[in-house]
């Protein structure tokens, strides 16, 4: 059965005119309200017949993407996922979060209908899978997590620093043998700690 600007309406216990308004993109009812209304819609399969109602989706919604992995592997990319919520909603966004194998990549629905305005790529991803979402046009941003072989804009922490001043601090401790423990292949973070471990094994002479 076909979805109507009335059945919209009853949903929300509004008027008829508060949802053609909404879904016209005209002057009227509260930002707050035409995205609840145009959530409705899209909830109820109306949005899926109007094409032309998805550029207000692609101006409000932000696509976290983060493998499946990083979900269960400890608390720093929790409390960088909250933080990413927050300030998206601060600034009027609201955040869709995904999780994904990188051997067995697919894009989310609100990527495939294109109901974002930019991907967030948190953690790890393939050159060949983040060459897909490149593709797609819509922007796109990895966090703690760069590609030597394809570029992109993205947010790193700084992690040879980082590196150099754990190191730094355990020898301030009275440590002489200070070992590093990571998988160097993994990511370049980790190249980039290993290399102000050892630089700072370096300035003290511990290593030459």
Excluded: W
């Excluded at 979900?71 to 990413?84: K, Q």
């Excluded at 993205?154 to 150099?164: A, E, F, I």
């Amino acid at each position: 059965m076909k979805v109507t600007m009335k059945d919209i309406a009853k949903e929300l216990d509004i008027s008829i005119n508060a949802v053609s308004i909404a879904l016209n993109d005209k002057p009227g009812v509260s930002e707050s309200m035409r995205l609840k209304i145009l959530r409705t819609a899209d909830k109820m399969g109306y949005i899926n017949e109007k094409h032309h109602y998805l550029s207000i989706f692609s101006k409000s919604n932000i696509c976290i993407l983060m493998q499946s992995y990083y979900a269960n592997t400890g608390h720093f990319y929790s409390i960088v996922l909250r933080s990413i919520v927050e300030r998206a909603k601060e600034l009027g966004y609201i955040s869709i979060l995904n999780y994904f194998e990188d051997n067995q990549f697919e894009f989310p629905d609100c990527i495939i209908d294109r109901k974002v305005a930019g991907i967030l790529v948190v953690g790890k991803i393939s050159d060949q899978n983040l060459n897909q979402l490149k593709n797609t046009g819509i922007p796109v941003v990895l966090v703690d997590y760069t590609s030597l072989g394809d570029t992109c804009d993205c947010v790193l922490t700084h992690n040879k620093q980082g590196g150099y001043l754990i190191t730094q601090y355990v020898l301030d401790k009275g440590y002489k043998r200070v070992g590093f423990f990571g998988d160097l292949e993994y990511s370049l973070s980790f190249s980039d700690r290993f290399m102000g471990y050892k630089q700072a094994l370096v300035n003290r002479n511990t290593i030459s």
